[in-house]
């Protein structure tokens, strides 16, 4: 699996849109028009600036701690796709009361197919996170609508077609025997790079590298990683 099946203990409590005081908001929404918020970010800074952005929408009612759980849409806010993230993504899919969006900075090799698989189902660039974005990206959630940069969107749906041409030619060697997570670490160790590096590029932890790497050696009944690059080039895979 993709995404880890629990949510790590050792990751930082969430940080959750809080109102003051004197305008705490519980998980009923001022207005029947309004859309329930909760922002997940353990970066202070970035928390702070998301939340300030959505206070100003009379659209949107920021939920606080106690009543995140019930939020139409849930924000999560990173620099990057761990595994701390995948667990809180995992997480939030589990809750039917909510929806998620991912407001990243950057997203690497392999890492948007894992954050689909994870149940995100609208993403944001952070650089891109203004106010009239941020506004879009949460009614798009709470419609039950996708939202992805272009550039995105044309990877995505570059992946959907392979699946769709390996169901329909299950004996196509370049589609059918490798994923496109296997192919990107394998591409990535055939340019020399260790499993330090691969994690660190695709966003996945040292473990998921190695079972990955492993699974492909295993399948093909092939000897080492160097037998799988040669055996992937040789057959077009990568």
Known sequence: MTCPEQYSPAVPAPRLSVQGPSMH???????????????YAADPVLHVGVVQQLRRRPEISLLDEADAEQAQASLV???????DVAAL????????????????????????????ECGVSAVLRRAEAG?????HLVLAIA???????????????????????????PRSLS???LTTREADMLRLVSEGLDTVEIARKTAYSERTVKNVLHEIITRLQLRNRAHAVGYALRNGLI
Do not use: C, F, M, Y
């Open 77 to 83: 806010v990173v620099d990057a796709v761990d595994d």
């Open 175 to 177: 589609l059918s025997t």
């Open 131 to 135: 106010q009239d974005q941020l506004l």
């Open 89 to 116: 993504l995992h997480r939030l899919r589990h809750n039917s009361a909510t929806r998620t969006g991912l407001v990243v900075g950057t997203l690497g090799a392999g890492a948007l197919q894992r954050v689909i």
């Open 25 to 39: 908001r519980t998980a009923r929404s001022d207005r029947p028009d309004q859309v329930t918020v909760a922002v």
């Open 143 to 169: 419609n039950g609508e996708g939202v992805l940069p272009g550039d995105l969107l044309g990877k995505l749906l570059t992946h959907v077609g392979s699946l769709q041409r390996s169901a329909l030619d």
